[in-house]
């Protein structure tokens, strides 16, 4: 199932997939494999990884109440106008890492050209090497991490300007 | 003992008095007003007497209705928590003369204390250091610098008429005296059309401590060591804590003295609490003495192991203290920080609301004084306080420990709370090092607003996860990848998170 999230006038797009206690969740360009359960009302328990994520969620009468890692969120599920759409797009550049890891190799520097599809970073977690690719034409604004550095799940790897005109 | 009380309160404090008469078998008696009907204190009474109109003159603040209340209900004592009715000398005068015991002070003396000016003449007489000011007639500046130079420097020039800062001159010396004491007296006469000042010795980080009394109707007093209760946010406390960092046991010994002097003075009685001012230099102030149980009582219970509120029903029935001062000691260290129903981003907005989930952290040496639930409306009517949570370790940076932790856990969904802000305040580098004077959160944190990062990755999935177990449709088949070059494609079938 799609669904759109809205906090604080953002959209996030999501997919998820469920199969038993299993869910696929794809968010940014990225997947994530988790195990919940629901151990009681709201209550959810999340294993990611190595990691767990624990979370109370409750709806109120518009609006959905998030609390996880001692934060509150308020999110609306939302069904996409075009316009919003349009929005989101805007957003494609920012490149989360979908892993707590290591950065063993970054292929590029700031103010460099890229093509949709080159490698720009590699992350190593888990005894696995994870790419982080282009995910169109353009240039890069902003390399926020360095070999060797330790980055975690959800930070911003690159900002890419997108080309316009291609 | 009392047979059966009421408690003039709503929120924590009714429920926390409550509960203390259930362990001494006293029956009790709650009030609420139309909107408490559900509340805790309201349900957790033996009897509860509807007070009608939610607005306070009409409910909490109506004496004649309490008092009418407590005589239909046959209860020989009523307990005015804090707020409200506590500090109204005319309630207690009321409860007197219809027989009632009122669980605090004689009326007289929350008068006398609840006038400022003749607090501070009274302490003055009695020996305990009040902050040396002149409030006389004689205006002419010759008068004026001579009164200043006698004070001591640096001094405050206020307008007596004054606020918002306007006509109001901080002098570090002599030389520039005379000229501020003018300009002040120009910005008042143009300001509030009136060139009175008034001189008091400024005090330079400044700490708020305060000394916990008790004193049975027999004379005798005690102190329970102090609060620091620096951390306020407009004028009022948000975190507290005891022992202070910055107190010696020298100057606990001689401020706990000058707080049993300051009760004796005055010939008080019950549970008080006297307010110092702490300057950067340790030289020690009574601002005022507050003639009722404390919101932050707990943290003073947690280290002593004395029941404050219980003492209260003992004292107002005629016991005498079995404490005495010699006695008492203090283990470890204990913190409080209220929750309240605000927008920290806000300048500190309440907020209102449904309460649609609410979920306490517990462990060890972890309480919650709280008056709220899952599903309780948030009015307008009230304080915006919603519970308070209280903490006790072996030293200061285990509790900070604990309490940063506690608020991690703690969940209040559907209304603004300040538990964010709270653990930022907790975890700021001069808050830990115990660098804290009542202007810690305007020196730090002045025009403060969450971070707008927007969701976490952590709450995307979690939403993900809550609405797939909550739909109706379970999709089976995974969707088809519809972008051909999604990173996902380099990498095979590995994918992130548990093994398959």
């Not at chain 2, 009175?196 to 004193?215: C, D, S, T």
Request: aromatic share 8%; hydrophobic share 35%; glycine share 8%.
């Amino acid at each position: 199932m799609f669904i759109n999230y809205e906090h604080e006038n953002h959209v996030y797009n999501v997919s998820v997939e469920r199969r038993k206690d299993l869910f696929f969740i794809t968010y940014d360009n990225a997947e994530y494999k988790v195990k919940a359960e629901e151990i009681k009302p709201g209550h959810l328990k999340i294993k990611l990884g190595d990691r767990t994520i624990k979370s109370v969620i409750t709806k109120g009468k518009t609006d959905k109440f998030v609390f996880t890692d001692g934060n509150v969120f308020k999110v609306k599920n939302v069904e996409l106008t075009g316009a919003r759409k349009t929005k989101i797009r805007k957003e494609e550049g920012n490149l989360n890492s979908p892993i707590s890891g290591k950065v063993v190799n970054v292929k590029i520097k700031n103010g460099d050209k890229v093509k949709k599809g080159d490698v720009l970073m590699i992350i190593e977690a888990m005894k696995m090497e994870y790419l982080i690719r282009a995910p169109f034409n353009g240039r890069v604004k902003k390399v926020n991490f360095k070999e060797e550095d330790q980055i975690e799940i959800g930070q911003n790897t690159v900002d890419i300007i997108k080309k316009v005109g291609t | 003992m009392f047979k059966k009380i009421l408690i003039a309160n709503r929120g924590e404090i009714a429920v926390r008095i409550i509960k203390a008469c259930q362990e001494m078998g006293i029956k009790t008696v709650a009030v609420y007003s139309n909107v408490d009907k559900k509340a805790p204190h309201t349900q957790l009474a033996d009897e509860s007497i509807n007070l009608g109109d939610p607005t306070p003159i009409e409910s909490y603040l109506n004496i004649p209705k309490i008092i009418k209340s407590a005589q239909d209900a046959g209860a020989d004592a009523i307990h005015p928590g804090y707020g409200f009715l506590a500090e109204n000398p005319d309630f207690a005068q009321a409860c007197k003369s219809k027989g009632i015991k009122f669980i605090g002070p004689n009326p007289d003396v929350i008068s006398l204390m609840g006038d400022k000016i003749a607090a501070k003449k009274t302490m003055e007489k009695a020996g305990v250091p009040v902050i040396p000011g002149y409030h006389g007639k004689n205006q002419d500046n010759a008068s004026l610098v001579k009164e200043g130079i006698k004070i001591g420097f640096p001094l405050l020039v206020k307008a007596a008429a004054g606020g918002g800062g306007k006509g109001m001159r901080i002098v570090h010396n002599d030389d520039v005296l005379e000229e501020s004491i003018e300009s002040a007296k120009r910005e008042s006469k143009s300001s509030f059309g009136n060139d009175i000042v008034f001189l008091e010795k400024y005090i330079e980080k400044p700490r708020h401590i305060e000394f916990q009394i008790l004193a049975d109707e027999s004379g005798n007093t005690i102190h329970l060591f102090e609060r620091e209760c620096s951390i306020q946010r407009r004028h009022q406390k948000i975190i507290e804590e005891t022992p202070s960092p910055i107190i010696s046991q020298e100057l606990r010994e001689k401020m706990g003295k000058a707080a049993v002097k300051a009760a004796k003075a005055v010939n008080y009685y019950n549970a008080g609490t006297v307010e110092f001012m702490l300057d950067g230099n340790l030289n020690f102030f009574f601002m005022e003495m507050n003639t009722r149980l404390q919101v932050e009582h707990p943290i003073t219970e947690m280290t002593t192991g004395i029941d404050l509120a219980k003492w209260q029903l003992k004292i107002a029935n005629g016991m005498e203290l079995t404490l005495k001062q010699k006695d008492l000691i203090q283990r470890g260290h204990a913190m409080e920080c209220r929750i309240y129903a605000e927008n920290p981003s806000k300048g500190f907005l309440p907020s209102i609301g449904t309460l649609e989930k609410v979920d306490f952290p517990t462990g060890p040496n972890i309480r919650n004084d709280t008056g709220i639930f899952t599903g309780m409306e948030i009015t307008p009517y009230y304080d915006p306080m919603l519970s308070k949570i209280i903490v006790s370790s072996e030293n200061r940076e285990e509790s900070i420990n604990k309490m940063i932790w506690a608020l991690s856990k703690y969940v209040i969904l559907g209304v603004t709370t300040n538990i964010s802000f709270l653990q930022k305040v907790i975890s700021h580098k001069e808050f830990k090092k115990g660098n804290i004077t009542t202007h810690f959160i305007d020196n730090y944190f002045k025009d403060w607003t969450i971070a707008k990062e927007g969701l976490p990755i952590n709450a995307i999935i979690a939403l993900a996860v809550y609405d797939s177990i909550h739909s109706r449709t379970q999709e089976i088949v995974r969707y088809k990848e519809s972008d051909p070059h999604s990173p996902w494609k380099h990498v095979g079938r590995w994918r992130i998170g548990v093994e398959e």
